[in-house]
């Protein structure tokens, strides 16, 4: 599990979308949360977007936990619900062992 609060925009995003590939190419899931995120811009959406294709190709499970600025943003961006979220950690956890039982 990743957690990330503060700001994500343009000066950090690339970072993160890094640092989360190289977390990805050591394990078989992968929680975001983001919930104490306070502002997400632009550059943080296409982040999480790379990270979801990039855990997708290596068959990682990947869900990130929203906080309001993310929802906010996923409203604007993923109207379309591309990217996989879930309401809590303990939700995600429980994705987890489904995805376990499934491999």
């Known amino acids: 599990m990743i957690s990330v609060d503060g700001e994500l925009d343009a ?3 690339g970072q993160l979308a890094d640092y989360v590939q190289r977390c990805a190419g ?10 104490d995120l306070e502002f ?3 550059a ?3 982040a999480l977007k790379t990270i979801t294709d990039r ?3 290596a068959t ?3 869900t990130t936990v929203p906080g309001s600025a993310v929802a906010r943003l996923l409203r604007i ?16 956890l429980a994705g987890v062992q489904d995805f376990r039982q499934v491999r």
Request: contains cysteine.
């Open 11 to 13: 000066a950090n995003a």
């Open 26 to 35: 050591y394990c078989e899931w992968l929680v975001l949360d983001l919930k």
């Open 40 to 42: 997400i811009g632009t």
């Open 44 to 46: 943080g959406f296409s």
């Open 55 to 57: 855990c997708a190709e």
């Open 60 to 62: 990682v499970y990947c």
């Open 77 to 92: 961006c993923d109207p379309g619900k591309a990217l996989p979220t879930t309401t809590s950690v303990a939700e995600a």
